[in-house]
């Protein structure tokens, strides 16, 4: 099944797009070619970019406090494990203090690293890190994979309060919806939201063997799936079959 995810708001977007980008870090970091290296600082850069925005280390702190006050809610009931409850809020605690302990915003101690910064004034620009441009990077890609890989989590170790606070967060999010059977007739499926509760994601798996592409928008009051084709012309074309996909809407 292929996985889907459509943010509601920009907070949830920003999220997504973090964790997109911490998990290609990781790919990348563990191998070993020079090329992998020099994609993963180009990674770190786009992180930095992301977490420039003035106000999102407060939405993740408050977000974690947010998450923590609704756990403790959960507390004598019966049906709810006490010993799971700990176990995340303390999670919950240790992300918040971490993150909370980071100087300025996620990465803004890197801006500091004159060398780092070289390179980030160049990457921008179509074959701006040759060897002519930028002699010391070139050395560096020429240093073993052991030393790049050193040198890249002493610069990833400022940015993974970040990282794990948004897995955290977002794994909460993902396990508080149900996923449903639901069918699109004629390729178009449309469902109006519930009033009273405000959903932040939605995520959709459908089986690839159908060879259809979902085209998702919706707010606080609908959802619309329009599901299409990727035609031998290289264009979408939609999709006029019943089918049918699991749709989770999660608050």
Request: charged share 25%.
């Amino acid at each position: 099944m292929i996985l889907y995810e459509y943010p509601f708001n920009e907070r949830i977007r920003t999220y997504l797009r973090l964790e997109h980008l911490f998990h290609r870090l990781r790919e990348l970091v563990v191998r070993e070619h020079p090329t992998d290296h020099h994609y993963a600082i180009t990674t770190i850069f786009e992180v930095m970019d992301v977490a420039a925005r003035a106000d999102l280390k407060t939405d993740v702190l408050k977000d974690l406090e947010k998450q923590k006050h609704i756990l403790n809610g959960y507390r004598g009931n019966p049906a709810i494990s006490e010993a799971v409850l700990d176990e995340v809020t303390a999670q919950l605690d240790g992300c918040f203090a971490a993150l909370n302990g980071l100087h300025g915003k996620a990465g803004q101690s890197l801006t500091e690293n004159d060398w780092l910064m070289g390179i980030r004034s160049r990457i921008g620009i179509p074959g701006g890190t040759c060897e002519f441009d930028l002699p010391a990077y070139f050395a560096w890609q020429h240093f073993d994979a052991a030393t790049r890989q050193q040198d890249l989590q002493r610069w990833i170790a400022t940015l993974v309060p970040l990282a794990e606070s948004v897995h955290v967060l977002l794994k909460l999010l993902r396990d508080s919806g149900s996923p449903q059977k639901v069918v699109a007739p004629g390729g178009q499926y449309q469902q109006t939201l519930p009033q009273g509760r405000t959903f932040q994601l939605l995520r959709l798996r459908i089986d690839p063997t159908l060879g259809l592409i979902p085209e998702i928008s919706g707010n606080r009051l609908i959802v619309s799936v329009r599901l299409m084709r990727h035609g031998s012309d290289d264009r979408l074309h939609p999709c006029t079959d019943d089918a049918a996909f699991d749709l989770t809407l999660c608050s």
